[in-house]
């Protein structure tokens, strides 16, 4: 076998380089028989083509997600709209449910005037600071589900009621509140102090 035989070769359509036949793959639909590309091009363009298609398929999957998210609240919202009572005893339930986590007791109370009924008693911030982490975490919903979730802890949270929570913050800015807050088990008493 002569060793000098003349080994065919190809130029690469891509990177214009002359390369021996073994270096492009077969591509029966063309005339030479052979790729216009070389290996290397094509595996590179293939490769191109693939990160493309996958950004691609990324995107029309998030799309496709966001619209289908946007609708289902649509639907939650409409449900909401024309089931007013579940509505409200859902919220009850998710409140009352609050409350008992953070005081950590079945009947939530006052800690400081022993109030339980519900409708008056709020999640306090026993070193200030509610609004702005409220703001910070994108609202109270978002608040609140964390506590209910256990991703935030209730260290350094109580349970006040309405009026010894705006006494709080009084107290907290003025140091000192000229009133105490009395619970007789139906109302709120108020009294010089
Ligand atoms: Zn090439
Ligand atoms: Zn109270």
Redesign the pocket.
Known sequence: MPTNEKIAIFRCYKCKQEKPISEFHKDPTRLNGLDSRCKKCKSQYEKKRWETHKEKRKNSFKEWYELNKERERAQKRQYAREHPEERRIYRVKLRLKLLQKVSGNNIP???????DDIR??EINHVNGGGSKEKFDVGGQGYFHRSILNGTRKTDDLNV??????S?DHLKRKYEIVPIE?V?NGKE?VSCQG
């Open positions: 109370q006052c800690v400081n005037c022993g109030c008056f008693l006040l009621c309405k009026v010894c929570n006494l807050i619970w709120v």
